[in-house]
């Protein structure tokens, strides 16, 4: 059963924040929200992660809302390395019973 | 990630052969991880290890076995392969030690295709 709900993918154009929306009705006090990143056919790359704050790292940032019930994850200046197919995790932090669920993502075009 | 490695990097084998998937890592991780990937669709969990004695059934394990060797070391088998194995396999692992994040990080992934 999903936790996670994403659309199937996005286009943004080159140089343009891209915003990655990720619904997760149903989420617990204490799951995460973690995102990772599957460039191509490699293996996939944490971005960032949050509970409940506002979160920014050097490669995004991650809005969750104040009834975390749903978050975005932004890309300040997409650039064509950012094409990729985006994963959106809820999870609690360090839980020996439960691991990462990776869904079909998001598959964010990059355009020039 | 060149910290995680798997070999082969790409395999063809037909129906019926065992195959075995290696994995290491020189992150010094406890934590190791099978996932399969088929096209269009996330990783799913095959088996999973949070150190050399412990070893876990993910949610598509029928079909697999693994081995952990060594901390270092994990290893994916399909003792008799069939087509619907057919699929790219990551390895990752993550250190339960690292703050509370226990971030996942993979391997390159190995593309398996059984005739």
């Known amino acids: 059963d999903a936790k996670t709900t994403q659309p199937p993918s996005m286009d943004c154009a080159e140089g343009r924040a891209a915003n990655l929306p990720c619904n997760h009705s149903?989420?617990?006090?204490?799951?995460?929200v973690y995102w990772y990143r599957q460039i191509h056919s490699q293996g996939p790359q944490y971005i960032i992660h949050?509970?409940?704050n506002n979160e920014t790292n050097e490669m995004a940032s991650l809005i969750i809302t104040e009834d975390r019930k749903s978050s975005t994850l932004i890309l300040p200046h997409a650039t064509l390395r950012d094409t990729a197919v985006y994963y959106c995790?809820?999870?609690?932090?360090?839980?020996?019973?439960?691991?990462?669920?990776f869904g079909p993502g998001t598959r964010l075009s990059v355009l020039p | 990630d060149a910290d995680v490695t798997q070999t082969p990097r790409n395999r063809i084998t037909k129906t019926g052969k065992r195959i075995m998937l290696e994995c290491s890592q020189t992150?010094?991780?406890?934590?190791m991880y099978w996932y399969r990937q088929d096209p269009g669709l996330g990783l799913r969990l095959i088996y999973y290890?949070?150190?050399?004695?412990?070893?876990n059934k993910g949610e598509i394990s029928d079909g697999y076995s693994v081995s952990r060797q060594a901390q270092a070391k994990f290893s994916l088998s399909l003792e008799s392969a069939i087509p619907n194995q057919t699929a790219l396999y990551f390895c990752?692992?993550?250190?339960?030690?690292?703050?509370?994040?226990?971030?996942?990080?993979f391997g390159p992934g190995t593309r398996l295709t059984v005739l």
């Open positions: 990752a692992t993550s250190d339960a030690g690292q703050r509370f994040l226990d971030e996942q990080f």
């Open positions: 149903t989420i617990s006090g204490n799951e995460y």
């Open positions: 949050g509970l409940k």
């Open positions: 995790i809820v999870r609690v932090a360090r839980n020996y019973g439960q691991n990462f669920v």
């Open positions: 992150k010094g991780h406890d934590r």
């Open positions: 290890s949070f150190d050399v004695k412990d070893i």
